[in-house]
């Protein structure tokens, strides 16, 4: 059995060799054609790159780094936005503009790590589930899932938040518990179709064992729209970790979250204005972008098919 | 019956889904690190009383046995003390439920209102200026998280243009003795439209906020999904036949067409329960989801997870209303009893 797999391997790999460069930059100028079709899209990628270059780069892009942590400057606080800062100071005279940045940063942060965690489990216990259609696994895994996906997300990530403790960490583990189904259930669908085509019932057929006929037969065929929902996902998860942190159940000050500023913000409505409207237009603008992102890869993958 | 099977199908699913999600409920409440006995009664406490405690709440016991016990208890209706109000929890529920559901109710309305009429505009208008203008407010809407809007909308109305009340169910100086807790039927049962009209301003804000966003989105899908209707035969036909394009829309065009909608809205619907928490935080709405918010801050162990459990209550029965809602629009759930094209994303 090993034999054969190396085998198939090498002459693959000897059809694909000659050319393996000039294919790859040809799929991605064909890629970038389908994706740049909507101008839409490709606003939503520059503001992705921009959030991503000011997150990885936020203490060398932001004017005052150190206002994003227990800093005290009580000659300028409170200040309007102005040339020297930029989005205005909060009451303690740290600057805005600055703590955004850093929040910013928190923010994807947690959202690649959720992501990162969620979808790897989701996807394979969905690939299980599907490739042992209505066995008792299948039960198992789907009525779970179902289980996870009978109370609204944010609930649940609230109440898992909150039996721990408040902080980024468990913030995390909530958001990660209840998005996994989600990727599981569409990945289930998927996979107990797949199960049936020809290419895996000949794979049985040459005696494949379960795991590679999940792994390379049925998951390849599932990846696309797993990606697809990844780059659509990143905003919903933003959004969850942004409310959980507007509860105060995420980042803890002096450590800034973007939830958490709109939250402080709106204690000083209407004359801080800028402390609270700000942070708000931070959190919207960058969940477009990556909801733009997000159709702008769904609709590449769809027409590239 | 076909529809009557699907329907206990349904019910018997939602059944199964409330069991295991007490289990989930209570392996959270129970698994957290520290001694609920003493997180109750705090450090000071001496350990004999902790002990006692300890009894009392059978945590001595092996887990599936409190987890029987806990059950059964929540079958009678009885979840416990809360640590924060001091009552049971089930009177607090009581008290701040009705609250929250009429504020999804109006939310709902809304989202039904708008996601039919914005989508039938803008197939109407299809690739005008209209049709674009509410996609840009789609993409924004899914974008803007319900706080986001409701801070926004406190700016607005509570500072800059103040036309409309923005804190709590009723203007202080008013009252309205309490009936079904519904705060506007009450004041209508009570003959006193005044206080019904102060009550339903005092609604507009919230609502909104829980449905602009979700409505946008569901105008689009409303529009699709017309738009591919419009090219059906059947429509041809009876553009053949003479009918006004008023009866041809609203009469054969939009019922097909609102399968996909009332699918994602009940989702949205759904999600406009957990939504709640913070536009009820924000707007000081006296509803479940400020009582809950409160009771995770405080760690109120009882209290999380009779709130958690009502709300998934509230959530499964919904998806099983909309099913049923569905199952009328789409005649192939009716004759069938299954539903096409299952297992989209």
């Known amino acids: 059995m090993e034999h054969k797999k190396v085998e198939m391997k090498t002459k693959q790999e000897h059809i694909l060799k000659p050319n393996k460069w000039s294919r790859f930059w040809n799929n991605i100028c064909r890629n970038w054609y389908y994706f740049s079709r909507n101008k839409l899209s490709v606003l939503g990628l520059s503001i992705v790159v921009l959030v991503i270059l000011l997150a990885i780069f936020a203490p060398y892009m932001t004017p005052y780094p150190q206002h994003a942590s227990s800093f005290v400057d009580f000659k300028n606080a409170g200040q309007p936005p102005s040339a020297t800062y930029w989005l205005g100071t909060d009451p303690i005279g740290r600057d805005i503009f600055s703590r955004i940045v850093f929040a910013l940063r928190g923010a994807l942060l947690m959202s690649i790590v959720v992501l990162a965690i969620a979808v790897p489990i989701g996807t394979i216990l969905g690939l299980i589930a599907g490739f042992y259609y209505r066995t008792i696994i299948d039960t198992i895994i789907m009525r779970i899932s179902?289980?996870?996906l009978s109370v609204p997300s944010l609930v649940l990530a609230l109440a898992i938040a909150a039996v721990l403790k408040p902080n980024m960490m468990n913030?995390?583990?909530?958001v990660t518990v209840m998005w996994w189904p989600w990727y599981t259930r569409m990945v289930?669908?998927?996979a107990s179709s797949i199960r049936n085509e020809y290419f895996v019932v000949a794979a049985q057929l040459n005696g494949a064992s379960s795991s590679y006929i999940l792994f390379r037969e049925i998951l390849p065929n599932c990846l696309s729209?797993?990606?697809?929902?990844m780059a659509l996902d990143v905003g919903w998860v933003l959004i969850i970790s942004a409310s959980l942190s507007f509860v105060g159940l995420g980042e803890q000050p002096p450590t800034p979250a973007l939830g958490q500023m709109v939250s402080d913000g709106s204690r000083y409505l209407p004359e801080l204005w800028w402390m609270c409207i700000f942070p708000a237009l931070a959190i919207v603008v960058t969940i477009l972008g990556f909801n733009l992102f997000g159709d702008g890869v769904r609709d590449m993958l769809q027409s590239s098919r | 019956m076909k529809l009557g099977q699907f329907i206990l199908?349904?019910?018997l699913l939602g059944i199964f889904v409330i069991i295991g999600l007490s289990i989930l409920i209570f392996t959270i409440s129970r698994v957290i690190p520290g001694d609920p006995a003493r997180l109750a009664l705090g450090p000071r406490a001496p350990v004999e009383v902790v002990e006692q405690l300890r009894q009392e709440l059978y945590l001595d016991k092996s887990l599936p046995v409190q987890y029987w016990i806990w059950l059964t208890n929540v079958m009678k209706g009885d979840f416990g003390r809360s640590l924060v109000t001091r009552r049971s929890v089930v009177v607090d529920i009581r008290e701040y439920l009705p609250a929250t559901l009429e504020l999804v109710f109006f939310t709902a309305i809304i989202m039904v209102f708008l996601a039919i009429l914005l989508g039938a505009v803008a197939a109407r208008n299809k690739d005008k200026w209209v049709d674009s203008l509410i996609r840009i407010f789609a993409y924004v809407g899914v974008s803007i998280p319900a706080f986001?809007?409701?801070?926004?909308?406190?700016?607005?109305f509570g500072y800059a243009w103040p036309i409309l009340p923005v804190l709590g169910r009723l203007s202080s100086q008013l009252s309205i003795p309490r009936v079904t807790g519904f705060m506007v039927l009450d004041a209508l049962i009570a003959g006193k439209l005044n206080i019904a009209w102060d009550a339903f301003k005092h609604l507009i804000l919230p609502a909104f906020a829980l449905a602009l966003g979700p409505a946008f989105q569901e105008a689009r899908i409303t529009r699709s999904s017309m738009v591919d209707n419009m090219n059906k035969d059947y429509i041809s036909a009876e553009?053949?036949?003479?009918?006004?394009?008023?009866?041809?829309?609203?009469?054969?065009l939009l019922r097909p067409s609102l399968i996909p909608t009332v699918s994602v809205m009940g989702m949205d619907i759904a999600a406009t329960i957990g939504n709640a928490f913070l536009v009820e935080l924000i707007f000081n709405w006296p509803g479940i989801s400020r009582y809950g918010i409160n009771a995770m801050l405080y760690k109120d162990l009882n209290a999380i997870s009779g709130t958690v459990l009502i709300i998934g209550l509230v959530f499964v029965l919904t998806s099983i209303i909309v099913d049923i809602i569905v199952s009328f629009l789409d005649p192939s759930i009716r004759l069938r009893g299954i539903r096409e094209g299952e297992n989209g994303t």
């Open chain 1, 146 to 148: 179902d289980i996870f």
């Open chain 1, 171 to 174: 913030a995390m583990i909530a």
């Open chain 1, 188 to 190: 289930y669908g998927m």
């Open chain 1, 225 to 229: 729209p797993v990606f697809t929902k």
């Open chain 2, 9 to 11: 199908r349904r019910l």
């Open chain 2, 148 to 156: 986001v809007l409701a801070v926004f909308f406190i700016l607005i």
């Open chain 2, 239 to 252: 553009r053949g036949y003479g009918f006004s394009e008023k009866i041809i829309m609203f009469k054969y």
